[in-house]
């Protein structure tokens, strides 16, 4: 059974950083783009940031570009996403989630693997 594991949310003042992690087990991991969502209480799940299966492209949604960083380790079965200059309304929960496919796609509903999410709170 296909895990994808979060890791690295918490509580941040406004203008922090924080460097989320999301280890992947039973997948080739190679096989998969991977993306990072988001989902603040009343919302629909967002796209943030996609990254293609070898890592050499990238997507960002506009509110986080320049901010956010999102990148892979193969070798390591594990994608990170960079948040800097956080603001409150990156609160959220934060999903990785995996799609086999080379790139990386903004609708949710195409990708194949999820995993459970990681809170992060940005105090103002």
């Known amino acids: 059974q296909v895990q994808l594991v979060e890791s690295g949310g918490g509580l941040v003042q406004a203008g922090g950083s924080l460097r989320l992690s999301c280890a992947a087990s039973?997948?080739?991991?190679?096989?998969?783009?991977m993306g990072w969502f988001r989902q603040a209480p009343g919302k629909e799940r967002e796209f943030v940031a996609g990254?293609?299966?070898?890592?050499?492209?990238?997507d960002y949604r506009d509110s986080v570009k320049g901010r956010f960083t999102i990148s892979r380790d193969n070798a390591k079965n594990t994608v990170y996403l960079q948040m800097n200059s956080l603001k409150p309304e990156d609160t959220a929960v934060y999903y990785c989630a995996a799609q086999r496919t080379s790139s990386s796609n903004v609708l949710p509903q195409t990708y194949d693997y999820w995993g459970q999410g990681t809170q992060v709170t940005v105090s103002s």
């Open positions: 039973r997948i080739t991991f190679s096989n998969y783009a």
């Open positions: 990254i293609s299966r070898s890592g050499g492209s990238t």
